[in-house]
């Protein structure tokens, strides 16, 4: 079965600071991760996908994530945070595209920015 | 503007009370999806569903119900059989050719008193 585990419920980051959200999952087969961000109240937005290609992954907002299979990890970073970086982030990871797969999410990470 | 759309957007029901939460979407994708949503535990599967009349239990799919008549529609309802169902409870969708890269929609806030 796959498992998703994100490190820190809450982060804590100056404006202009680097933001890195920290992922680990585990996987039986090569996966495909996933990072989501919700603002308050709101439904999930699609930051960037890993789909076995590039092993850096740019994304929306400045946002990137690095995949590391030795590591089993896929942490996001942000060179400069912005204020309207404040939102809680998803780590999520999938092992096929066929159907009935799922999603399975991690627990989340909510991000502070502090001007 | 395709995409998906949940209504209402909070929800006020009585303990004991069966409530049916809506989700539509205009994007021509295959399966739908609903989740829960509490906090500090991430999202969780209720029920999905790849073709139309046709859908599947998720991890914590007791005390809901669901139907696919309609390809647009995915609509959930939660009964009284559901022990702690004040969430947020968010639908999805997702395309044949990717059926891993879900679309969600902006969520419903069911409160029970």
């Known amino acids: 079965a796959q498992s998703v585990t994100q490190l820190g419920s809450h982060v804590s980051v100056s404006e202009g600071a680097l933001v890195l959200l920290r992922c680990n999952y585990s996987s039986s087969v090569p996966p495909y991760l996933f990072w989501y961000v919700q603002y308050p109240n709101q439904g999930l937005q699609l930051l960037l996908k890993y789909t076995s290609a590039a092993t850096l992954v740019k994304g929306i907002n400045g946002f990137e994530a690095e995949f590391k299979k030795s590591e089993t990890s896929f942490h996001l970073t942000k060179p400069s945070a912005h204020m309207s970086d404040a939102a809680e982030y998803f780590c999520a990871v999938s092992d096929s595209k066929a159907a009935g797969n799922k999603l399975t999410f991690g627990g989340g990470t909510r991000v502070l920015v502090k001007p | 503007d395709g995409g998906i759309t949940q209504s209402p957007k909070y929800l006020f029901r009585k303990e004991g009370q069966n409530v049916t939460l809506s989700c539509e979407q205009n994007l021509n994708h295959d399966a739908m999806y609903w989740y829960r949503q509490d906090p500090g535990q991430g999202l969780r599967l209720i029920y999905y569903s790849q073709i139309v009349n046709d859908f599947q239990k998720g991890d914590i799919a007791e005390g809901y119900s669901v139907s696919r008549e309609k390809k647009e529609s995915f609509p959930l309802t939660v009964t009284s059989a559901q022990k702690n169902p004040t969430a947020f409870y968010l639908c999805?969708?997702?395309?044949?050719?990717?059926?891993?890269?879900?679309?969600f929609g902006p969520g419903t806030r069911l409160t029970v008193l």
């Open positions: 999805a969708s997702s395309p044949r050719t990717s059926f891993h890269e879900q679309f």
